[in-house]
């Protein structure tokens, strides 16, 4: 065990469960379970990767306990009625054989149901506000109905328990059904569930004494709750602290979250928060419940942190979701040691939130290519000497070097710059952005580790370099550049040494010469990610007035849920000025002329002017590539932004398909051979 991080490896009992460590996996959505609500195979084996990581007690996603009308998500697991036993308690075997200890959240979402499984019918909720802006009205609740769910609750947290969970959890936070009674902002309700904090919190607390009721004595309940919604007329700490005595009797685990729908970039945590962000509010209710359990959350990804929380008394427990679903062996590499290998999730919401949430889609991992399967592809070595060259040192190019390397094949990687990470390293730059460095210094570490792996810097590759290297596969990740269109005036003022217009690279390669905020107008063109980035930048730190133009109806199109709703409060708190369905004509020394979609012109007048029309892909040598490999037979693969200009998340998916290439080569290598015997028999 390492010493340094002791206190995160203590056991902890409540009643009759004992947790091995400090670490607590939270329910997530994955959409991984079948239509019907039962798990299939690769559900079970990406919680089972978590548990064989070294997680203390895995808490199984939100488990719908009143379908249809509580159902939460596209794909959502059951556990209204006996038939799903079986499906859970096959789960808790595959969990306790590692020896993390289970728990199940049992949740109803109220008017956050997911609408294409009501079946026409209206969502309910304590009264008819809605769960979230846009989102359908619900019906408020009869008090015949509130009590049919009280009893659900009760039946089916008996069932967690005969399913083989050692623990049970109550969601009351979220926006979730308990959440709509309990907060100010959706209940407004004047019977006995409504009006008063006593009023409001009789609801869960009626449902925590019916899973008392149903569990017994020892067997652990937990309860999770948004501490602050961070939202005007929303509960903040000190009004959920008052509610909490109404019910906290009936608790042994306090799951301190934050936020509601509305406010859902505090609740998914946005990637500029600080780790251990929220640890503030579960020591205030530690303070309050000083012999309750108490489980904190919050970007938590550095063990130095994690254990500074758990050693100040802030928490007991921390819990890291996304934080396990990019590096689920975060448990034992800290143990271990190994935390220059700790894959440390960038907090970018793309594959886990915004998948789930905007997308009904599985959720993936911008930075874990396999949430399922992780490192078993390592136990497939290739047979016979074979070698890789890669062209571009970038989060996709490192991906595919590492993990061929990692199944034995010889790799050189060239990068033209004199350092690696690519672009992704470059955003790094920008303080708002600096956690996705954390992955580029993954992969460094991790490429260090491969006496099979050279990585080449400052050494632009030429295509005559092949004949001397003789790959039997080729790599090209040359990454992407800056859009910058035949705008008039635009080339002109960016080729000028002394000039007040810029792209994101001039930005990004000299940071310190963009330094000076105090009383400048800033006008960035391009209401895209990189465009807001420098928006976010310059709004943030006191620039006297930002504007920024999007050719687009909105800002942020293509942008992950939780980034827009982040770059939305930023405008709206520091009045950032909007320009959409707004086109560039003319690029100026100190203005840009644009045209809105009624043809009216606008000049726009700066002292720093940024173009950021986003990025387009660049593989100067693909044509040669091509030349190359159909002449020696050979696989060629193009990858990540040189392929299409995109986010890190579709080049370390397609750099982690290498795999099939080697496959591939590997069959082709065995037919070959098989032809060869064959011919040698019949001659």
């Not at 000299?510 to 063109?525: A, P, R």
Request: proline share 4%.
């Amino acid at each position: 065990m390492n010493e340094k991080y002791k206190k995160l490896f203590e056991p902890l009992t409540i009643r009759r469960m004992t947790v091995k460590n400090r670490v607590v996996m939270p329910p997530m959505g994955t959409n991984f379970a079948n239509m019907d609500g039962t798990f299939c195979i690769p559900h079970l084996a990406y919680y089972e990767q978590r548990a064989k990581g070294g997680v203390g007690l895995i808490t199984l996603e939100n488990v719908c306990v009143d379908y249809p009308m509580g159902t939460n998500g596209a794909r959502q697991l059951r556990i209204d009625n006996d038939q799903y036993i079986s499906g859970l308690w096959n789960f808790n075997e595959r969990m306790h054989a590692y020896g993390a200890a289970t728990s199940v959240q049992l949740n109803h979402a109220g008017a956050s149901a997911y609408g294409l499984r009501l079946e026409g019918n209206q969502p309910v909720s304590a009264s008819d506000v809605p769960s979230k802006k846009g989102n359908p009205a619900p019906r408020p609740l009869t008090t015949e109905e509130i009590y049919s769910i009280i009893d659900k609750y009760a039946e089916t947290a008996d069932r967690a328990k005969r399913s083989g969970f050692d623990c049970v959890e109550i969601h009351a936070g979220h926006s979730y059904l308990l959440s709509q009674f309990l907060s100010p902002i959706y209940n407004k309700r004047t019977d006995e569930f409504g009006g008063s904090p006593e009023n409001r919190a009789r609801l869960t607390r009626l449902v925590l004494e019916a899973v008392r009721n149903s569990v017994g004595p020892q067997f652990p309940i937990t309860l999770r709750f948004s501490a602050d919604e961070l939202l005007p007329g929303g509960n903040a700490v000190e009004d959920t602290l008052e509610m909490l005595d109404y019910f906290v009797e009936h608790v042994d685990i306090l799951n301190v979250s934050a936020a509601l729908n509305d406010s859902l970039q505090y609740q998914i945590d946005k990637m500029n928060l600080a780790d251990g962000w929220r640890s503030f509010m579960a020591k205030a209710v530690k303070e309050r419940y000083p012999d309750k359990v108490v489980v904190t959350s919050g970007n938590i990804r550095d063990p130095k942190k994690a254990t500074e929380i758990l050693e100040n008394g802030e928490a007991d427990l921390l819990a890291m979701g996304r934080g396990l679903i990019a590096e689920p062996n975060w448990v034992n590499k800290v143990a271990s040691g190994k935390e220059e290998l700790l894959r440390k999730c960038i907090s970018c919401n793309i594959g886990c939130a915004d998948h789930r949430i905007a997308k009904a889609r599985p959720i993936r991992c911008t930075i874990n290519p396999d949430l399922h399967y992780e490192d078993q592809y390592k136990l497939k070595p290739v047979k016979q000497p074979t070698k890789m060259v890669v062209i571009g040192g970038g989060t996709a190019g490192l991906e595919a070097a590492a993990t061929a390397a990692e199944v034995g094949v010889s790799v050189e990687l060239f990068e033209a710059k004199d350092y690696v990470g690519g672009l992704g390293h470059e955003i790094s730059r920008l303080p708002d952005k600096k956690r996705i460095n954390d992955f580029i210094t993954y992969q460094i570490n991790r490429c260090q580790e491969l006496p099979n792996l050279t990585i080449h810097t400052n050494q632009r590759f030429k295509p005559a370099d092949l004949k001397e290297i003789k790959p039997d596969i080729i790599v090209n990740a040359t990454g992407a550049k800056p859009l910058l269109p035949l705008i008039t005036g635009l080339h002109e003022e960016l080729s000028k040494e002394d000039r007040n217009v810029f792209s994101i690279f001039d930005l990004l390669n000299s940071m310190e010469n963009f330094q000076d905020f105090s009383g400048k107008e800033v006008v960035v063109i391009g209401g895209g990610a990189v465009g807001l980035d420098v928006m976010e930048y310059y709004a943030e730190r006191g620039a006297a007035k930002v504007s920024i133009v999007e050719m687009f109806p909105e800002l942020g199109k293509d942008l992950d849920l939780i980034t827009k709703l982040s770059m939305m409060e930023i405008i709206e708190k520091y009045q950032v000025n909007v320009h959409t369905s707004t086109k560039l004509t003319q690029v100026n020394e100190n203005a840009f002329l644009v045209e809105d979609a009624n043809g009216n012109m606008k000049e726009l007048s700066f002292d720093l002017g940024f173009v950021c029309l986003g990025m387009r892909a660049d593989a100067p040598l693909l044509a040669d590539l091509q030349d190359y490999a159909l002449a020696e037979d050979i696989s060629l693969v193009n990858i990540g932004d040189s392929k299409v200009a995109r986010r890190i998340i579709e080049g370390t998916r397609e750099a982690r398909d290498i795999l099939k290439t080697i496959e591939q080569l590997e069959d082709k290598r065995t037919r070959q051979s098989l032809q060869h015997q064959l011919s040698a028999v019949v001659n």
